[in-house]
């Protein structure tokens, strides 16, 4: 399989705090990737150098197989209409109506007609779980995860090949989250998309991750499939696996 | 590279639509219009066969054509999908909505003319319920005044009014010197020159001390105060505050309130120092008037109750700075926009309503003669 994204000896570094200190990862086309580590360990920031809002002091990332650094800022422009990106909490443009919030990139991007933008607004309702009503809504005026979905719609307007996610069940109910899971899985599937995501959801994790990576110590400690993460004996993966909890939850791994 | 294209062949009294390339969202563009307008007669098939890439939004459109055609009672079948294809095709069929009404809500022009009137209502009863409310808190605080905040009221004291002092300073003597030279240019005409004493530092004691830190600081604090306590609005603190058991009024409004009701009379006899020390360099530069016979002068005409009718309104104007800028802060809702919306009204309004004050003022004291 190709591979989509691959850090290569990422280091950051905050003033004289440093936060990754030789990352390696890589994430192949089609995967749902996913990225683990405790509150602090520099997930959001890997996320944000990947996606160009950040700079990292040393090292590579290559995303379909280009070099990031040597982009010219034209193709950072495509990049940027390739991939798709859902904040933690949402970050749906609050002046802007949830139809008007998807409809933006599709205004920006492409000449559709408004009928056909109202159509594609309406499939994306639809396809993430919100009643088309919601279009009409502002920000305000959703629930936690109804601004989650809305804000999947939005990134899913353009059809993107690559989606990053930000603890996309965080502050879902159970079964919205579970629902919100296998969403995404169906995405997957459906439209060829490669997701990497940043989850404490064991039942994400469970479900539908196929590959993950365990940032810690300023690195990667352990990369691979579940089985082969919980061989691992670092301190982190003993803590977050390997409690009574998750032994019951997990057994049939 | 990426294009997309399509070919109709008409057979065997069958309408053959063939689909070639990439058909992402960023390329039906060019073809959406005449496909959505596409008139058949007879049969339609959509030959799926040569296309590169579908992606959901291309994925509708076919959806689309083959909805139009069904619709106008023409047997139509799309052909030679991939099984994936196939599958996303179904998924949008399942998702597509009947009756979908476009976006955008169009506003009846007597309905906004309504909506704006009950809205003009609203903010006048719900201004003089926060109005009712902050008296009754001020009198808890008579009653309990452990509920007076001293350090928050130092700290806007000194964010409201010390901050200031430099930008006061500099606009009251530009406004001081501007004042003695258009008035010494009217009255040399008569010969009156050294009456530019009275003229000025009368004017700016009684009157215009007061309206431009009155202004300086309603632009300054009205607005600090509605973003600071907006954006708290905005981040549910307030709410959070609340659930602890803490008045906002405590903490957020009286504080600020009490904070400009003291330092704005200060700012004002700051504002008339340097306004009046303008009026003199000025005088000086234009006519030679030395600065002993201008203050011997000032000494004569400058009574007492100038002065202090100009400091008097210190106070009121405070009140209804603060009490504009927290108010218009708690009117905040949930959006981002909102803060700048109200930011701007309440600085508007702030202006506004400490001219309609000064100008009451003004009819009450010349009424009463002084
Ligand atoms: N802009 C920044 N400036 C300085 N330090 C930062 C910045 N952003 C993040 N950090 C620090 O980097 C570390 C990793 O942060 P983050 O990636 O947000 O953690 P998490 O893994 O919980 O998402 C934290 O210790 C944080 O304090
Ligand atoms: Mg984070």
Redesign the interface.
């Known amino acids: 399989m190709k591979s989509v994204i691959k850090v290569e000896n990422l280091v950051t570094k905050f003033g004289s705090k440093v936060v990754h200190n030789g990352v390696n990862l890589d994430v192949k086309e089609g995967q749902i990737y996913a990225i683990l580590g405790e509150s602090g360990s520099g997930k959001s920031v890997l996320v944000k150098e990947i996606i160009m809002l950040l700079k990292p002091t040393a090292g590579d990332i290559y995303i379909f197989g280009k070099n990031i650094k040597n982009l010219t800022s034209k193709e950072v422009q495509k990049l940027k209409q390739e991939w798709g990106v859902l904040f933690q909490f949402g970050a749906l443009f609050t002046s802007l109506s949830v139809a008007n919030n998807i409809a933006f990139l599709l205004k920006e991007y492409t000449k559709l007609s408004k009928k056909m933008i109202n159509y594609i607004i309406d499939e994306k309702l639809e396809m993430v779980g919100l009643d088309a009503s919601v279009k009409y809504l502002y920000p305000h005026e959703l629930s936690g995860g109804m601004i989650k979905r809305a804000a999947l719609a939005r990134t899913l307007a353009l059809d993107p090949k690559l989606l990053f996610l930000d603890e996309p069940t965080s502050g879902l109910d159970p079964v919205g989250a579970r629902g919100f899971d296998e969403l995404i899985s169906n995405l997957r599937d459906i439209l060829d998309l490669t997701i990497v995501m940043i989850t404490h959801d064991l039942d994400t994790i469970h479900n539908i991750v196929d590959e993950m990576s365990i940032l810690a110590d300023q690195k990667v400690v352990a990369e691979g499939t579940l089985e082969e993460i919980l061989k691992s004996d670092h301190p982190f993966v003993q803590k977050f696996f390997k409690n009574e909890y998750v032994n019951k939850r997990l057994k049939n791994v | 590279m990426s294009f997309i294209n399509y070919k109709t062949v008409n057979k065997n009294n069958t309408t053959y639509l063939y689909c070639y390339g990439s058909w ?3 390329t ?3 073809v ?2 005449n496909l ?1 307008k596409l008139k058949i007669s007879n049969k339609l098939v959509i030959d799926a066969k040569e296309i590169k890439e579908l ?3 291309g994925a ?2 076919l959806f ?1 054509v083959q909805k139009n055609a069904l619709e106008s009672g023409v047997n139509a079948e799309i052909v030679n999908l991939t099984p ?1 294809q196939e ?2 095709l179904e ?2 069929k399942s ?3 009947q009756e ?1 009404k ?2 955008k ?1 169009k506003e009846d022009f007597l309905a906004d003319i309504g909506r704006s009137t009950v809205d003009v209502i609203k903010y006048l009863i719900e201004f003089i319920g926060f109005i009712g409310e902050l008296f009754i808190r001020t009198l808890d605080i008579f009653k309990k005044p452990r509920n007076f905040r001293i350090k928050e009221t130092v700290y806007f004291i000194q964010s409201t009014g010390i901050n200031a002092l430099p930008i006061i300073g500099m606009t009251s003597f530009l406004v001081g010197v501007v004042i003695a030279y258009q008035t010494i240019v009217q009255l040399s005409k008569f010969g009156a020159d050294i009456f530019v004493v009275d003229a000025s530092s009368i004017s700016i004691a009684r009157e215009l001390g007061p309206m431009i830190t009155a202004i300086v600081v309603a632009g300054r604090s009205a607005s600090s105060f509605t973003a600071e306590i907006g954006a708290m609005k905005l981040t549910e603190e307030i709410d959070a505050m609340k659930t602890m058991g803490f008045m906002p009024f405590f903490f957020l409004v009286i504080p600020r309130v009490t904070a400009l009701v003291i330092a704005l009379p200060i700012l004002i006899f700051f504002s008339d120092i340097v306004g009046i020390f303008g009026s003199m360099i000025a005088t000086n530069a234009q006519i030679g008037l030395s600065f002993d016979i201008f203050i011997n002068r000032l000494y004569e005409v400058l009574a007492l109750k100038h002065y202090v009718i100009g400091i008097l309104k210190g106070p009121f104007f405070a009140i209804i700075i603060a009490l504009i800028g927290v108010f218009h802060g708690l009117r905040v ?5 909102s803060i700048g919306k109200e930011t701007t009204q309440s600085v508007v309004n702030a202006i506004f309503f400490v001219i309609v004050c000064d100008a009451l003022f003004s009819v009450i004291f010349t009424e009463l003669g002084i």
């Open positions: 992402r969202v960023n039906i563009d060019k959406e219009k959505l992606d959901s939004s509708l459109l689309l994936k599958r996303l998924i949008i998702n597509f909505i979908s476009p976006f809500v809702s949930q959006d981002t926009e």
